[in-house]
């Protein structure tokens, strides 16, 4: 059943969702997404420690023992890699396996019995932290909420400031460095934002899952687009809409499946990483669905010039050629589908029950053929390739040969024939 706590508990996954995500895109395009899963890790001990010295779980202290650490793990990662020789991921793998371990035994032997824990660092408490309230002058606020709205707040702003600096920075910091922009300055402002957003989050996520929000968004988004202002928008409306269809996938589907239910953090993630697995699959830049598409499409195009060039070929030749018997006999679907195609595109046309190219049809086959013998005549001259192996290499080339290739082809190979004795087709245009 719907709740009312349900809305605090989407806003209050949606607004952390949407902190993380703006700044994991700068993470995802600098390479660093380990750095996140550092930071998120590493930060352990300034939280533990801060909270051993003053007792406070939600003052400032947490906050800047988190900065504290997530800078020292930024500084520690670059002195071991540049001093050590010690390879970039695995100076990253000392250092916050290090500090996370030594954050769990600040709280495993000195916090034992206060209310902050193992578990509560690793998993969160999402549907806790929406319960969270203070009253000032007669008015009910939600502290995480409040908080969690700050960070992003501040997020946004930091980026929107430096927005420039930040873009050529992450894309080439060598020329951020010469036209002014100090590049490892901002390195350490990003990292003061994850450490800020690591530790506000911790109370809702967790340590474990904070990085799929800082992460996961900003990858789905980088697959959708090109440009960083709307990958960060769409990285943060990502991460929102995951956090509301997790936490009604809790209420609504899990039940309906029969399936025990779960924390709110640990669905909403689900929900990111489902948005991740479909851009993989769908993405127009680089989607699984849209090259087997591609392929496939090449692979059309590539058999049709087959028949093209058979077609051209059988009418150069004929009585004495029969490839073009062949690749009926061999492929009889695929070239069934080729002629339909190369007819409907006026390129073929039935004569009896043979086939002949037309007016543009033998224009198109002409240069695909001038092609291939033109490259066989620049391997076997340059490369010494065997004769009996020049059309094999000859052929994964003509497809691909632009006009200003070809006439660069003929004019290093002045030949008339190829190595075979055949007759290179002069150019010829459609008039």
Known sequence: MFLESDI?????????????ACVGCFLVLRKMSMMGDAISHSVLPGLAIAFLMTGDRSGPSMLLGAVVVGVLTAVLTQYIHKQGQVEESAAMGVVFTTLFALGLMIIVYFLDHSDIDASCVLYGSLEAAATWEFEWNGYIFKTKIIQLAIILALNVLVIFALFKELKISSFDPALATTLGVHAGKLHYVLIILVAITTVTAFDVVGSILVIAMLIIPAAT????????????????????????????????????????????????????????ILAILFSPK???????????????????????GALYRTEEEQPNFHHLEQIQKTYPVRF???????KRNAMV????????????????????VRSHRLWENYIFTNMNVPVDHLHYQAASLEHVTDESLLEQLAETTSLEHDPHGREIPQKKSKD
């Not at 605090?8 to 993380?20: D, T």
């Not at 680089?286 to 093209?308: A, C, P």
Request: include cysteine; proline fraction near 2%.
């Open 349 to 368: 046309v039935a004569d009896g029950k043979q086939w002949r190219l037309t007016e543009n049809g033998e224009v198109y086959a002409r240069k695909l």
């Open 286 to 308: 680089s989607g699984i669905l849209f090259k087997l598409i591609r392929h496939l499409q090449l692979g059309k195009e590539i058999f049709m010039n087959r028949v093209l």
């Open 336 to 342: 069934k589908w080729a002629i339909w195609l190369l």
């Open 8 to 20: 605090w508990v989407m806003l209050a996954g949606a607004l952390c969702a949407m902190s993380c």
């Open 221 to 276: 988004a980088y697959l959708l687009t090109q440009r960083l202002g709307l990958m960060i928008i769409i990285s943060m409306l990502l991460g929102a809409l995951g956090s509301v269809l997790g936490q009604l996938s809790i209420i609504y589907l899990l039940p309906a499946w029969g399936l025990p239910d779960t924390f709110s953090s640990g669905m909403m993630t689900v929900m990111v990483t489902v948005f991740l």
